[in-house]
């Protein structure tokens, strides 16, 4: 009795199409009646699970489109507040309006809840608010914040008990992230917030040295005269 021949088994049939990816392109009459199997629901033509493939696809690209434009968005209106922050700036008429200016414009402008600036020097005039906050280079404490001033690098974060008790002193406890900004030769600019999201350490901080730059160029500017 002859045997009828064996047909490929199924691994073969899936290996041939991998290699040969333009099969279905040659023959596509097979294209239209192929079915696929679906998780959720009925099996559907190739043509039609292709189809949903490609919307499904495309909802993607504009879901994250909609995040790029809306990113580039709020980066504009950042930017525009960064740049009404340097005129102000140079708006000011000493070294101590320039730090209250500081102050005014990161609680009003940038909504922040805790701002702090730590001056190697401070001279009278400057301002008497909890904001201010005397740190010379000969200060014990000065030490806590040495590795930050030296890197002259933005550090976000949770910051450690005893830097918060030097900067925040009496809200320490409420503060749960913070950004430190280095004042080259001035001294640090500290931003608190009880979001322990608000400032984290994979956050981009292009903005964030921006304002330094801004604030440290103001203080240097009087500093000279």
């Given at each position: 009795m002859n045997e009828q021949p064996r047909g490929p088994s199924a691994q073969e049939v899936a290996?041939?199409?991998?290699?040969?990816?333009?099969?279905?392109?040659?023959?596509?009459d097979l294209a239209l009646t192929l079915r696929i199997p679906r998780q959720n629901g009925p099996a559907t033509?190739?043509?039609?699970?292709?189809l949903e493939v490609?919307?499904?696809h495309n909802a993607e690209?504009?879901?994250?489109?909609?995040?790029?434009?809306?990113?580039?968005?709020?980066?504009?209106?950042?930017?525009?507040?960064?740049?009404?922050?340097?005129?102000?700036?140079?708006?000011?008429?000493?070294?101590?309006?320039?730090?209250?200016?500081?102050v005014a414009a990161l609680r009003e402008d940038f909504a922040t809840e805790a701002v702090r600036i730590a001056l190697y020097d401070v001279e009278p005039g400057l301002g008497d608010g909890d904001w201010l906050i005397h740190l010379p280079r000969t200060d014990p404490r000065f030490s806590l914040f040495h590795d930050t001033v030296e890197r002259r690098a933005v550090l976000c974060g949770r910051l450690k008990p005893e830097k918060l008790e030097v900067l925040f002193v009496h809200r320490a406890g409420e503060i749960r992230s913070a950004a430190l900004l280095p004042l080259p030769a001035a001294g640090l600019l500290a931003i608190g917030s009880t979001d322990p999201e608000r400032f984290h350490p994979g956050i981009g901080t292009f903005f964030l040295e921006r304002l330094a730059e801004i604030v440290a160029a103001a203080l240097a500017r009087f500093e000279a005269a």
């Open positions: 290996a041939y199409l991998r290699r040969h990816p333009d099969f279905l392109i040659e023959h596509p033509s190739l043509a039609a699970y292709q490609l919307r499904e690209l504009k879901r994250r489109l909609q995040e790029l434009v809306q990113l580039a968005h709020e980066n504009e209106r950042l930017s525009l507040r960064i740049h009404a922050f340097a005129l102000s700036l140079l708006r000011a008429r000493s070294r101590g309006e320039a730090l209250s200016r500081t």
